[in-house]
C-alpha cells in the first residue's frame, strides 16, 4: 500500500513557467535531479525547429512558409536532468540551437501556431510518458500545454537581475544591449496571439531578483516536496 501511494507522490507534475533570464533552466534541471524527476527544456524544442529552419533555408519571416515545412523536422529531447540532450533528425542539436543567431529568430517561430501545434502535442506525449514525474519549463506551460500539472510555478525576476545574468552567461555581451533584447524578446512572447507567455491563475509567483540560484532552488523544492505530501 505504502508503495503505491509512495509512486503517486513521485509522479509529480510541475509546470515551470517565467521569462528568459530568471534563473528558470537551472532551476528547473536542480529542482528535477534533487527529485529523481524527468526534466524538459521546451524552450530547446522551439530552437531546434528554428535552427532546423534556419539550416534549411526557410525564411522564417514569413510565417506560411513556417506553417508549411513545421512538421518535417524530427525532434527528440532526453529527459535526464543532469545530461539534457536534444537531437534534430539525428543530428545533435545541443550546441547550434544556443546560437546569437537563433536566438534573434526563435519568437518569430515559436509563434507561428502550427508550430506550437505540433511542439505542444510533443511536449504533452513527452510528459505523459514520464510515469516517474517530470518538471516541463518554458513559457505557456502551465497556461496551455500542461493546464492540469499538479504544481504550476512562474519565475519573475527585474530586467536587470535577468540581463546581469545573461550577460554573464556570454562572455563579452554588453549589459544595455542585453537588456533590450529581453525585454523585445519578452514584448513578443506576451504579445502573440497562440498561447503567449502569461502566468496561470493558479501558479506560485515567485521572484528571484534578490534570491541566488541555491535560494530559488530550495523555495521550489519545497513547493514540490509540500504539493506531494499533499497528494
Same mark, same amino acid.
Given at each position: 500500500?505504502?508503495?503505491?501511494?509512495?509512486?503517486?507522490?513521485?509522479?509529480? +507534475?510541475?509546470? +515551470?513557467d517565467g521569462p528568459s533570464g530568471t534563473g528558470k533552466s537551472s532551476?528547473?534541471?536542480?529542482? *528535477?535531479? *534533487?527529485?529523481?524527476?524527468?526534466?524538459?527544456?521546451?524552450? *530547446?524544442?522551439?530552437?531546434?525547429i528554428t535552427w532546423w529552419m534556419l539550416t534549411n533555408g526557410v525564411d522564417v519571416s514569413d510565417p506560411e512558409q513556417i506553417a508549411t515545412v513545421a512538421a518535417k523536422p524530427v525532434i527528440v529531447s532526453g529527459t535526464d536532468p543532469s545530461a539534457p540532450t536534444i537531437t534534430v533528425d539525428g543530428v545533435d542539436a545541443s550546441g547550434p540551437i544556443r546560437t546569437q543567431e537563433v536566438t534573434s529568430k526563435v519568437s518569430a517561430v515559436s509563434a507561428v501556431p502550427e508550430v506550437r501545434t505540433l511542439i505542444t502535442a510533443l511536449q504533452r506525449s513527452i510528459a505523459a510518458a514520464a510515469t516517474g514525474g517530470i518538471v516541463v519549463e518554458g513559457r505557456d506551460i502551465g497556461t496551455t500545454v500542461l493546464p492540469d500539472a499538479d504544481l504550476? +510555478?512562474?519565475?519573475?525576476?527585474?530586467?536587470?537581475?535577468?540581463?546581469?545574468?545573461r550577460s554573464g552567461e556570454v562572455k563579452g555581451s554588453d549589459l544595455t544591449a542585453t537588456r533590450e533584447a529581453l525585454i523585445k524578446r519578452d514584448a513578443a512572447d506576451s504579445g502573440r496571439k497562440t498561447s503567449p507567455l502569461a502566468k496561470a491563475d493558479d501558479a506560485v509567483e515567485v521572484d528571484t531578483t534578490e534570491l541566488t540560484l541555491q535560494q530559488v532552488i530550495e523555495c521550489v523544492v519545497t513547493l514540490v516536496e509540500g504539493k506531494r505530501v499533499a497528494a
Open positions: 500500500m505504502s508503495t503505491t501511494v509512495e509512486t503517486a507522490r513521485s509522479s509529480v +507534475i510541475v509546470a +515551470i532551476t528547473s534541471k536542480a529542482v *528535477a535531479a *534533487a527529485l529523481g524527476l524527468s526534466y524538459l527544456d521546451t524552450g *530547446a524544442q522551439y530552437r531546434a504550476k +510555478i512562474f519565475l519573475t525576476a527585474s530586467p536587470e537581475a535577468r540581463a546581469a545574468r
